[in-house]
């Protein structure tokens, strides 16, 4: 396809995106968003009343109305137009993410297909967006890489199941432990992780060494302007609501295309084949099932191998998408419902992602979790109910089957250069700061130099270190373990 075609298609996504206020860049950030939020109307000044799944009734009674009923269908424009705005800014994190987790580019778009539409009917938080995130796509990258693609499958279904049994044994409540501190040491060691991630497209093709001069000069060129325009856009733009990354992405990937630029674009299926002829189905995901096909991976050893990683994968999947309910519950607020039944909630959205995550799995993806700037993007723009999410699955889905050969001709390069703002953006900088000039004040524990702000500092610190030289769940695990134990020892 020549570049002249594929202009006017990309020009017209961009200007799919609604007027509402957006982000251009996700934050992973989850106890910052009581910052985000007070920009969201309460009550009855814009963002309608949100009906729970398994709480929710009339005032005048009790309502067993199964879930897809509970949107507010008189404002389906509102949720569509909310959906669609979602959408075309996850379609960039959603490739980018699948470069990092190591497999096709198509399988990070189906991976948020599939998750995000399972979850939802199934029961997740109405208006909470789920689909491939950089918390999972991070630790199944390190798998994808040393072992193999065919034991990602295997990894999210394990995932899967420790999420269930979490869900059901009632664990949502637990997301109380998890302090500031820890929160931003698991930032800081996703954001490091992120960052690193993005260096291999430097790297020349037998890993060895960096790439020559003319294809360096180039990747670093457009990895750089990507940046630039991911990060300018939205002060440069009139009014909100821009899918900036995703217009950056275009601008990069037109320029690198009119100028010829030796640089490393993906390939998606037909694309490769330059197949603008190719059936619309041919990119369609195929059911894979448990193993792929491949029969010895039903062992002990693939479960020995698998476990860490799926370990890993389900606690930072539980930890985002429990930290994605309570935006939606600050947004919306939980006035008319007892704590037992806000627990019920997050419990009930557990099941219903490991249901999606396991969906997709077995489709051939790597599933994901709820995400905490798309979500509160689709709150922003009025996005409370159902429907949204499924016009944002919709539209992800319909992006592939028609936009595919495009999506093909993006470089890795300007990938790079939103992930690389993503990642900047996802380290605490302030918060870190401050916990280190803080940490010769505060009250000490009988007389110990040891105070309760150094022990904060020491839990950011080893979550920070662990999560990212080590594993991003046991990080979480430690973190919280010196913060609650260690001035119990000190006391005694």
């Known amino acids: ?15 799919l995106a609604s007027s509402s206020e957006g982000l251009g860049v996700a934050s992973f950030s989850g106890h910052a968003s009581s910052l985000l939020l007070s920009k969201i109307p309460r009550g009855g000044g814009g963002t309608p009343k949100l009906k729970t ?16 009923t509970k949107s507010k269908f008189t404002n389906v424009v509102t949720e569509s137009l909310s959906g669609t705005t979602v959408a075309l800014t996850s379609i960039p994190a959603s490739i980018a993410f699948a470069t990092i987790a190591g497999v096709d580019p198509l399988v990070g778009i189906w991976s948020s297909v599939v998750l995000g539409a399972v979850s ?34 295997p990894t999210i279904l394990l995932a899967s199941l420790m999420e269930l049994i979490f869900g059901l044994a009632k664990g949502g409540r637990l997301i109380n432990l998890v302090s500031d501190p820890v929160m931003t040491g698991f930032l800081n060691g996703l954001g490091c992780l992120l960052l690193k991630s993005q260096l291999d497209i430097f790297r020349a093709v037998d890993g060895v060494g960096l790439l020559p001069r003319p294809e360096l000069m180039a990747t670093g060129g457009i990895t750089a302007l990507t940046a630039v ?6 002060k440069l733009l009139p009014g909100n609501g821009w899918p900036c990354s995703l217009m950056a992405i275009v601008a990069s990937t037109v320029l690198a295309r009119v100028m010829h630029l030796p640089i490393s674009t993906l390939t998606i299926g037909s694309s490769s084949t330059g197949g603008v002829d190719q059936s619309w189905y041919s990119s369609l995901p195929s059911f894979v099932g448990l193993t792929g096909g491949d029969s010895s991976l039903l062992t002990v050893k693939t479960l020995q191998l698998v476990a860490p990683a799926a370990f890993s994968i389900a606690v930072i999947s539980i930890l985002e998408t429990l930290l994605a309910v309570k935006v939606v519950d ?58 949204s999410v499924l016009v944002y699955t ?21 990938l790079a250069g939103v992930m690389g703002v993503v990642a900047f953006n996802t380290i605490q900088w302030k918060p870190t700061i401050k916990s280190i000039t803080r940490a010769n004040k505060g009250v000490k524990f009988l007389g110990s130099p040891i105070n309760k702000i150094s022990i904060d500092l020491m839990a950011l610190v080893a979550a920070s270190l662990i999560c990212f030289k080590v594993d991003m769940g046991t990080g979480i695990i430690v973190g919280i373990m010196i913060e609650k134990i260690l001035p119990t020892l000190l006391l005694k």
């Open 229 to 234: 325009l991911t990060i300018f856009l939205p």
């Open 120 to 153: 939802s009917i199934a029961g997740l938080r109405a208006g909470l967006v789920a689909g491939a995130a950089g918390v999972v796509a991070v630790p199944l990258g390190k798998i994808v890489r040393s072992s193999g693609v065919k034991y990602m499958g």
């Open 394 to 414: 919709a539209v992800m889905a319909l992006s592939v089957l028609f936009f595919a050969p495009l999506i093909g001709m993006i470089p890795y390069a300007s």
């Open 1 to 15: 396809m020549h570049v002249r075609n594929s202009i006017p298609v990309f020009a017209a996504i961009c200007c």
């Open 330 to 387: 600050d947004a919306v607020g939980t006035t008319d419902e007892t704590t037992d039944d806000a627990d019920a909630v997050k419990n009930k959205s557990l099941m219903a992602m490991s249901a999606g995550n396991a969906l997709s799995a077995l489709f051939g993806g790597f599933g994901g979790c709820g995400l905490i700037p798309q979500t509160f993007l689709n709150l922003q723009s009025g996005g409370t109910g159902v429907t």
């Open 53 to 68: 799944a398994s709480t929710d009734a009339p005032q005048d009674g009790a309502d067993d109305t199964p879930i897809l």
